[in-house]
């Protein structure tokens, strides 16, 4: 049996969405167990020249929902990128996977030749369905949660790699 285009997006999304949540919520905790702003850990960058933790869990929830959304010939919901804090980056990422919970196998299934255009800032990339998925989405996807959970963990965020995984 083959895997479906939904199976290869929808449940991997939410997975992971949850994983990124409990993953933060542990940022709170560990900001509140010692005792300083947690406004501290969103702000924070592993380089200077890397987007800081908030924009880095804005970017894996717009590649996940802008995916679905595209699969399914829908528009993509648009956010307002202006979470400060933990809590609201949080209620992005609940947000995110109610949204994606709405999605049935027969709108993302039978997609992976479907054009995809996708524009950005100084080009635009062209992919069939299969391709933005598999090399586009779900690469940038987890470099952006890795990124979020390296700059928790170089912050002293008491994270292990299961915390990544999920249960």
Do not use: W
């Not at 850990?41 to 592993?46: E, H, P």
């Not at 919901?77 to 994606?100: G, M, Q, V």
């Amino acid at each position: 049996m083959s895997l479906s285009m939904y199976q290869s997006s929808i449940p991997i999304f939410i997975h992971m969405l949850g994983n990124l949540r409990n993953i933060l919520q542990k940022g709170a905790t560990h900001a509140t167990n010692k005792n300083f702003d947690a406004s501290i850990l969103v702000n924070s960058r592993l380089a200077p020249d890397m987007f800081a933790l908030a924009r880095q869990v804005q970017i894996a929830t717009d590649m996940v929902k802008g995916c679905a959304a595209r699969l399914a010939s829908i528009e993509p919901p648009k956010y307002d990128d202006t979470e400060t804090t933990i809590d609201e980056l949080i209620a992005r990422i609940d947000k995110t996977i109610s949204f994606l919970k709405e999605f049935s196998p027969a709108q993302i299934d039978n997609t992976e030749a479907k054009e995809i255009t996708l524009a950005l800032r100084t080009r635009t990339l062209n992919f069939d369905g299969k391709t933005y998925l598999q090399h586009f989405v779900i690469p940038n996807m987890y470099f952006h949660i890795t990124t979020t959970y390296n700059i928790l963990r170089h912050n002293g965020v008491e994270l292990g790699k299961q915390d990544f995984i999920g249960g």
